[in-house]
Nanobody, 125 residues
């Protein structure tokens, strides 16, 4: 069983930055698992934000965050990151990290088996 724990959320003013972390643990976790970030705003469905392949060589972003967010990972630490710059009030949501042991890069909720509990990001105007 893989456990994912997000951290780094908080309250920030518009234009500010935050870096989210996703620490993975568990005996079955592979350092080459695909990882992704999703978010869910109040009253809305969970949506894709960014994804990264196991090696870190491939990334993919939602259009709404492209150029502002950067996904990365440190396989030696089994940790994924989401650097969020130029934050906007519409980025306010609970952010979830997800992991999948299959090789590849996945942009849908159904592509991931393991999920964290989420971390709140609030951007004030």
């Amino acid at each position: 069983q893989v456990q994912l724990v997000e951290s780094g959320g908080g309250l920030v003013q518009a234009g500010g930055s935050l870096r989210l972390s996703c620490a993975a643990s568990g005996r079955t976790f592979s350092s080459y698992a695909a990882m992704g970030w999703f978010r869910q705003a109040p009253g809305k469905e969970r949506e894709f934000v960014a994804a990264i392949s196991g090696s870190g060589g491939s990334t993919y972003y939602a259009d709404s965050v492209k150029g502002r967010f950067t996904i990365s990972r440190d396989n030696a630490k089994n940790t994924g990151y989401l650097q969020m710059n130029s934050l906007k009030p519409e980025d306010t949501a609970v952010y979830y990290c997800a992991a999948e042991e299959r090789l590849g890069i996945f942009t849908t909720i159904q592509g991931y088996v393991y999920w964290g509990q989420g971390t709140q990001v609030t951007v004030s105007s």
